[in-house]
């Protein structure tokens, strides 16, 4: 599984990643947790709210920080 | 009897004469200090600022965040690509004001816009109105300097991001953008995801206010007590040596003093309180303000990142200039 976090590096990406590593570990899930930083990779997803969490190419959440326990229920 | 019940209501919520009556007599009761002395004069400055402008910020960042959850930035992009020609430059500089977006998230917004069609010069409106003009830094200003200030700041600042906007329209900037915002989008995704039902609403509102005051608390109280300092120990004369109104070049000063600083507006507002006190242009006062904010390099360099060097210059000369202009409208207006 891959989960990507699509943000500039903002304080919010940096608690979403977290949330979602922490979130995926609760699950014993086997997931790449990858920050994307890029623009021009963040624009291919057309998001314009960010932090946004990508779970394997599908965008679940734009613009808000969501808590381990959100995650947990997303995956 | 109306006009009375206003002037009470502001008095009381917005200006927050009582707490500053609380702060004062506090110190000289209290600590028995001097009233004539300089750190009575910067103490009380610190504490009444610190603690009215965290109150009223946490209540309007609430405010302004729940006006929010009604125009997001999906529903934001599909009532601006139904307007066309300067009319849209004009809603464009509106949304700009009721939307509160942190600069951090300015750029995503203008990937999202630019794929989207919208002309370039309509962007560019949103996004000058964005930080310029928002709820709760016309407030804090109507709170410390009066609406008719506040008032005249709002309409100056959607007439900047209109002809700003206008003006990058009209020398067809639209080439400029970085290349790849002229691609193909690989996923399609004009999904909104809204906010469903009012808990869900006052979660979000009570999450901003705790993000918002969490990353600009630093800058508020580094903010005020640069003000409280100004306030108790700098003479007056030798302010308005450098800035007074009637000093042609103070503007010029303000807006190049402004532009290498990062801060928050709310942590801009205490040091232009005590500089105007002091006798400083409130001309030259707004345009350090405007300049902070839409000029900052930080957000500069974002910005870079999105589009080419000719735009973002002429962005910079634009407002530039118009910020210098509103500098000096407002310092004329208060010399007649």
Known sequence: ?75 | MLGNFFIWLNDAFLKMTWLQDLVNDLLIKVFNMDAESYLYNSLSFFIFDVIKIFLLLSVLIYLSSYVQTYFTVERTKKILSKFKGIGANVVGALLGTITPFCSCSSIPIFIGFTKAGLPIGVTFSFLISSPLVDLASVVMLASIFGWKVAIIYVIVGIILAVIGGSLISFFKMEKYVADFLKEKTEVDNEEEILFVSKKEKRKYAVDQVKEIVGRVWFYVLLGVGIGAAIHGYLPAEFIQKILGPDKWYSVFVGVFAGIPMYADIFGTLPIAEALVLKGVGLGTVLAFMMAVTTLSIPSLILLKRVVKNRLLVMFITIVTIGIIIIGYIFNYLIII
């Open chain 1, 1 to 75: 599984m891959i989960i990507k976090i699509l943000g500039s590096g903002c304080k919010k990406c940096k608690k979403l990643y977290q949330n979602a590593i922490l979130a995926a570990d609760d699950l014993g899930i086997e997931a790449e947790v990858i920050k994307v930083t890029d623009f021009q990779e963040i624009a291919k997803f057309n998001v314009m709210q960010t932090p946004a969490l990508v779970i394997d190419g599908k965008i679940v959440a734009k613009g808000k920080v969501l808590t381990k326990e959100e995650i947990k229920e997303l995956l």
